[in-house]
C-alpha cells in the first residue's frame, strides 16, 4: 500500500458515520501539532547521523583496543566517543521535548486527569455502573452531583435553544424499529472495524490498535527515522479515511499483535454498533436502540410542520438517550455505550438560509479553524462569525447563527473561551450531501475532544424517510401573486396512435409521457427537421416510429400557485456527557491551605451549573445558630435553590474545602451576622480583603 | 378446575412483578363495582325465570293453536304471552342499565375518551412513534406540547421529592448486564402468560383473552345464568394470580379461539418482558434494558450510604426510561412498551420507621380503600393519614408520609382528589417479604388506574444483590454507649479433640464452631447431664463422640459498640406516562360556542403543567399593537415563561379555541389597554361578569 493512496480514498458514508469515526481517535491532536514539525524532523535526522557517528566512532575504539594502541591515541577516541554520546543525548532531550510538548505532555495531562477523577469518582459525581458486580466496560453512573450537574445542563439547554427560539421540542422512544434505521443508513453503515485475537477470540477496534502503534513509535521511540516518522503521522491523520484492506496492510506491514496475548489478528470487518433487540413476541420483527436521537425528528416533520402552521423556517428539538455499542470503549466519559444527546433540526427553505436573528450574534469572535487553514504551521485564530459568513468561510447565516449561539451556550456553562474552537470539515470528511459542518472542540487533558457538530445536512435525510415510506415530506412556499413559469406539454394524439399501434398503443403513450425534458426536446428538433424518429419504448423492449402527427411537443407559459420543495435542515448535535466532561476539567484547580501543607481541590462552576448552590452553617456550635440554619435552610427550598446545611461542629476550613470539591459557589455563615460567600471571587477575595480569623479555621 | 381453588393458589412472586400483574387488568373495576351486585343477581335470577315462563306459555299457545282451540282461548293465551314478553323486556333493561352503571357505561366512557385522545392526537401531545412507517404498537412520541407538560411533570417532581426532601438522585444506564436482573428475579420471573393461534402464531396475552370472553359475557349476554355470572366475576377478579394451568383450563373450558381468525389456541406458556441484547462484541455477554430504575438504585447503596455520611435514613431517587416487550399492547398510552419512570428508594431502619416530618401531612385526608374492606358492597371512603396509620391501617410513620407526599403530588398537578384513591394490596397481590403496599389509582375511562406503588419492601432488594455480588450492603448503627448483649461462645479444647481424632481433627473442629445457638445449648445440656454425645460431622459422612473435656459452650456477656443490619427499603414509583394521561381526562371539558352551535375543547391545566403558560395577542390587527406584543413576547421569553404569539387577524374566539385546546391558562391580549385573561376561572367570569364584545368575537 502506498501511503499516498490514502488521502485520496472515498469517504464510505454521510455525516453521522463520519463523525462518529473522526470523534473515535483524537488523532487531530496530532495531525495539528504542527509547529514543532520541521524542528522534529530535522532533530530526528540529526539523531539518526549522530547514531551513525557514534557507531563508527565506537568501531574505531574497538580497533585501536585489538590493535594494542598506545594510551593517548586511545584515550583520544574513548574522549571523542563520550562527546558524541552526549551529543546525541542532548539531541533525544530536545527531541522527546518537542514530541511531549510544550507542557511536560503526556506524563502532567494525565497526572491532571487523574486528580480530577479521582476527585469526580470520590464525591460520586460518577460511578462505574453495577460496580458491584465489576461494572460494564463504557457504562457509568451519574451520582448525585453528577446528576444535578446534568440536569442544570439540560435546563440551560432548553432555555438557551428550546424557549429562546421557539422550538419545537419532542420525545420518542429509543427503541426503533429496523425499517427506519435501513432509510437512515445505519443498519448498513454504522459500524466500526474489528480485529480479533485469533486464538483467545478477544476482539479490538481494529484503528485503535494501528493507533496506538503509531502514537508509541512517534512518542517513544527516538530511532525511527524521519521517512518513518512522516510515515506514521501521515496514517495518523488518515486512520478515519482508512478501508478494511488498507488497515489489513498496516497492521501485517507493522507486525501488529494482539496487545493481551501477542496473538495473531484476523483481518479487520466491520462490526455493527446498534444494540439489536426483537419487538413483541413473535420474534420476527427486529429493533435496534436508537444510535442518535434525529431520526424521531425527521419522521415526525409532516406533523411538526402542519403544528408549525406549514410554515418554514423552524426548528424541532430533542433531549434523549443513544446508545452505541462499542467493540472496545476507553477515554472514562468520553467514549460510552450510553449517553445523552441533545439534538436540533432546523428545516429551512434550502433558497433562503438567511437568520432573521443573525445580526444578535454576528459579532461574537472566537477561534475557528477553517478547512484551508488545517494544515501544518497553522491553527485555529479568533475571527468574528460576522466575518466568517460575510467571507463565505461559513456557508450561511443560519449556520453561523447556530455556531454562535452553541459558542454561547458553552462558555456560559462555564468552558473555558481559549480552549474552544470551531473547526470545520475537512472536504474528506464530510458526507458527499453535507453543505458544510463545524465541529465545537474542547481542549481536555485528552487532546480536543467534539462535543457539538453543526451540520447543514441539505435535503437528505427527509429525502431518504420519504423514499423508504412512500410518504412526501415536502414543504410548500405559497406565492403572494401567482408566477409565471415555462413548462414542458407533450401531447400525444391519441386517435392516431391507437390506428398505428393497435395493442401496444398504451404502452407507446405512457412513454411519449415519461420522457424527460431533455429526451423530449430532442424529439421535438427531429421531429421538425425529419418528420419521423425511432423511438424506444422500453415495456416493449422495442423501437417505434413516431412521426409528427402523432405527438406535438411545446413550450408552454403556465400560471403557479406555489412551489414545493425538500427544506434543508441544519444540525446542531450535542454529547451532553462530553460537554460536562469537558466543564469538569475546565472548572478543576487545586488551592493550598492557609499553612500551605496541603492541596484542596476545587471545582469553580458558574452558579448555573453547581450542583449544589449554597452551603448554610454556623460557624461555631450553639442551638440558636443552628435554629437560624434551619430557617434559612426551609427559605432556600422554598425558592427551590438546591443547598447543603453543615451543622457538624467540624472546622469552617474543613467544611469549605468539602463544599469546594462539590463546586458549592455561595456560603451562608451564621454568627452573630450571617456572611456570605461566593467562590467565584474566593482567591481575590481572600487576597484583597482583610479577614476574620478564628481558632477553628485552618486555612 | 373448581373456581374456588383459584382464592389460594400461591403467588409467584414479588411486587414488581405482581404489580405489573395487577396493572394489565383493570379488573379491579369489577371487583369493586359492587353495590349493584345484589340486585344484578336478583334481575338475572328473576330474568331465567321469565324466560322460562315465556317458553312455557309459548308452547301452550302452539299447542292451542296445533289443537285448533277456539279464538276466545289463543287470544287470552297470547295476550298472557306478549304480558310475560314485556315483562321480560323490563327486566332485561332494568340489567342491561345495572350492568352499564348509572352513567350510561362504557358508550359514554368510550365516547368521552375518543374525545379527549382525538383532541390530544390533533394537537400532538402524542403521535403515534414511526408513524410513517406505519407505527409500532406500543410506541408513542411525545409531540411539542406533551413534551412540554412531561418536563413540567418531572420538574414538578424534582421539586416536591428530590428538593424538599433532599433526595440524592442519580441517572443510571438502561443497558443492563444479565447478572443484576438474574439477582432481582427479573431474568427468572418477569414474564405474562401467552397463547398462539395454532395456525397463523399470532401472539396473544392469555390473561386478556380471558378478560374479554369475561367481561363480553357479563356486559352483554343477559341470558347467562346467575350462578355462571357469579363464576365469571370471580375469574376476573383473580385474573392476576391464575397459574398458566389454570388459565389454559379457562381458556379450553369457555372455548376461547384466537379473537382474529377463530383458530384454536396453544396452551398458555410464559413470556420475558425484556428486551433482550448483547453488550460489546463479542456476542456473549447477554444484556436486557432495564424493565425499571430501581436496581440501579440498589447496586449503589454502599456508596450512596457514604455519601450520606454513613446515616440513614436516606432516600435516593432516580428518573428515567424503562423498557417492557408486552405481547400485545392496548389501552393507548396506558400500557406502553417504553416508558417514563419516577422512583424514590427511602432507606429506613427496620426497627425505626418514624418520619420526623409526619406531622407535616397527618392532617390530609383522602379516599382510602384499605385491604380489609375490599369485599362487595364496600368502597373507598375518606381516611386521614394520621388517623390510618395510628390505627394500623397503614404500616408505618415512612409509608405514611410518602403516601401523603404522593397525595398533595397528585392533586397539585390538576389530578381530581375525588377521583383518586389509596388502595391497600391485598394479602395475596402482595410479595411474601413485602410488609405494605398502596397504589394511588386514578379513576379513568378506563376504569381505576394504578399510577404510583408505594411499597414497603422490607431488606428484600439489598440482600438479593449482596447475595449475589458478594458484596455487604449494610448498615450500622453506632451505640452512643457501649450496650451489653448475651452471646454464645463455643470454645474447642484443641488439644484433647487433636489426640482424639488425629487427622480428623480440623473438621471435627470446624464443625463444632459452626453449629446453630439451638444445636449448640442442646448439646450443653446434653454434656451436663450424660457427659458423651454423639455428633454429625457432615465433612466426614459420620457421627463422633464428644465429650465434656472436648468443649466448653457458655452464654458470655460482651460489649457492642455497634448494631449491623440491613436496611429496609420504602419504594415510591410514578407511572410518569400514566400520571401524564389521567391529568389529560381530568383536565378536559367542553365549552359551548356563544351561539351554542359548536363545542369547544378545553384543557384546563394548572399553571404549573400548561405546556404553554400564556398566549399574547392583539385584539385587532395595527401596526402599533403587533410591536407591543412583540415587546411583551421577549420579555416573557427572558423570563423563562413559555408563550405563544399569535398575529394572525382570526377572530378572538376562534383564537381563544385554538389556546383552549392547548390548555393555556393565561391570555394577554393587547388593545388600547392591556388584558389579562386567566382561563381557570374563565366560565365563572364569563357568567358572573358583563363582557365586552366586538365584531370579531364569535363567542
Redesign the interface.
Known sequence: MRISTLLTSSIPFGHNFFNRRALASSSLAFRFRTMADSSEDSLRKALSEKQSEVESQGNQVRALKEAGAAKTELDAAVKALNALKLEKTSIEKNLQAIISGPDGGSVNKEAFRQAVVNTLER??FY?P?????GG??G??????P???V??NVLGFW??HFV??ENM??????????E??LKASGHVEKFTDL?VKDEKS???YRADHLLKDFCKEKLEKDLRITSEMAMELKEVLSNLDVLSAEELGECIKRYGITAPDTRNPLSNPYP?NLM????????GVST?F?RPETAQ?IF??F???YY?NGNKLPFAAAQIG?A?R????PRQGLLRV??FTLAEIEHFVDPEDKSHPKFSDVAHLEFLMFPRDEQKPGHSARIISIGEAVASKIVDNETLGYFIGRVYLFLTHLGIDKNRLRFRQHLANEMAHYAQDCWDAEIETSYGWIECVGIADRSAYDLKA?SE??K?D?EAQEKYSEPREVEKLVISPVKKVIGLAFKVDQKKVLEALEAMKEEEALKMKTDLESKGEVEFYVCTLGKNVSINSSMVTISKEKKKEHQRVFTPSVIEPSFGIGRIIYCLYEHSYYMRPSRDGNEQFNVFRFPPLVAPIKCTVFPLVQKPEYEEVSKVISKSL?AS?I?HKIDITGTSIGKRYARTDELGVPFAITVDSTLSLRDLRTWADVWSAFPHHSSGSVDE
Not at 129 to 133: D, H, V
Not at 275 to 282: A, H, K, R, V
Open positions: 464525591r460520586l460511578i455502573s453495577f460496580k458491584i458486580y460494564v466496560a457504562l457509568y453512573d451519574y451520582g448525585p453528577g446528576c444535578a446534568k440536569s432548553r432555555q424557549l429562546e419545537l421540542e419532542v420525545d420518542c422512544p429509543c427503541v426503533t424499529p425499517i427506519v474489528m477470540g478477544t476482539c462490526f444494540f439489536q433487540t426483537s419487538i413483541g413476541p413473535s429493533g436502540m424521531g419522521v415526525n409532516r406533523d411538526l403544528y438517550q446508545f455499542n462499542e467493540i472496545s455505550r450510553e424517510h423508504k415510506s410518504v415530506l427550598t427551590g438546591s
